[in-house]
């Protein structure tokens, strides 16, 4: 099922599994992540490593942590996507 706010866009309608990137783009879509964490560093870093791995990279990722200690900001450097 089509949701009805895709259906006045140009977004490919079939299973997400069967979309390329490239067309997913072309389409208008965008992605962005958003990451609430409290004492978790080593499970964002980890998170974070996996987002990298993905084939279409966010366009935004947002970190929100509790502490400053929560989040490693060098890491977030290293990253092919954009983190706040």
Known sequence: MIHSSCR???IPRMPAHEVSPT???????RIAVGIATAGRRLILADTLAELAHQTR???????????ADDFDASQAAKL?????
């Open 8 to 10: 006045d866009r140009n």
């Open 57 to 67: 990279f966010p366009e935004a990722v947002l970190i929100c942590p509790a502490a």
């Open 80 to 84: 092919p996507f954009p983190v706040q």
């Open 23 to 29: 067309e997913l783009m072309r389409s208008g879509l």
